[in-house]
C-alpha cells in the first residue's frame, strides 16, 4: 500500500478506537506509519480524510446487510425470493448479531450524526451516501428492487433507515432490553394488520 490507502486505513482505525472529534492528524500519522505533510497532500485536509474513512467504516458495516445467511452460499439468482418477512427477520438478525463486533462502528454514527449542523463538509459528503444506503436497506431488508421501482424503494428505504437508527440507540442505551429481529418482525406484522375490531 502507498501513503493515500495507509493514511485511509489509519484514520479508520482511529476513528473506531477514538471517535471522530478526538482523532487528531497525529493519531492518524502514527496509526498509519506515514507524515503530517501525506495527509494534506492526498486529501487536502484531516476533515477530508476522516469524513472519507467515515464512509468506508459504514461501508464495509453495510456489507453485513448483503451477506448470505449460512448456508445459503450457493443460492443464485434463480432461486425462489424468500417471503419479505422472512428477508427482512433474516436480516435484522444479522444486523443485531454483529452488534458486539460492530459497537464502535454504531457509536461512531451517532457521534457523526451529531457533528452535521457544526460540520457542512461531512453533511455534504453524507447526502448521496445516505440516499444511496436507503436504496440498500429496501433491497435487502425488504427485497424491492430499486431500479425496477424506485419510488417504491425510497419510501421503504426511508422506513428502514428510521428504524435502523432507533434500534442502534436502544442497542446503544441498553441492549437487554433492545428489540431482537423476532420483536422487529412481529411489531411490523401488528403494524401491518392493524387495530382489529
Not at 444506503?133 to 419510501?155: Q, S, T
Request: charged share 30%.
Amino acid at each position: 500500500m502507498g501513503h493515500r490507502e495507509d493514511l485511509l486505513e489509519g484514520a479508520k482505525r482511529c476513528l473506531l478506537e477514538k471517535g471522530y472529534a478526538r482523532t487528531t492528524a497525529r493519531d492518524i500519522v502514527a496509526a498509519s506509519g506515514t507524515n503530517l505533510a501525506s495527509i494534506g497532500y492526498h486529501y487536502g485536509s484531516k476533515e477530508a480524510l476522516l469524513n472519507l474513512a467515515f464512509l468506508k467504516v459504514t461501508e464495509e458495516w453495510g456489507d453485513v446487510l448483503t451477506e448470505k445467511p449460512d448456508g445459503d452460499a450457493d443460492a443464485d439468482a434463480g432461486d425462489e425470493p424468500r417471503a419479505p418477512l422472512d428477508q427482512f427477520r433474516d436480516t435484522w438478525q444479522r444486523v443485531i448479531d454483529s452488534y458486539q463486533k460492530t459497537r464502535s462502528v454504531w457509536q461512531l454514527q451517532m457521534e457523526v450524526v451529531s457533528r452535521i449542523d457544526q460540520d457542512p463538509e461531512l453533511r455534504k459528503a453524507l447526502v448521496g451516501p445516505q440516499r444511496e444506503g436507503r436504496d440498500g436497506l429496501a433491497e435487502n431488508m425488504l427485497g424491492i428492487d430499486p431500479e425496477r421501482d424506485p419510488e417504491k424503494a425510497r419510501v421503504a428505504g426511508l422506513f428502514c433507515q428510521a428504524l435502523l437508527a432507533g434500534v442502534m440507540v436502544q442497542w446503544l442505551m441498553d441492549s437487554e432490553s433492545a428489540p431482537s429481529a423476532q420483536d422487529l418482525t412481529d411489531g411490523l406484522k401488528a403494524v401491518l394488520e392493524g387495530r382489529a375490531d
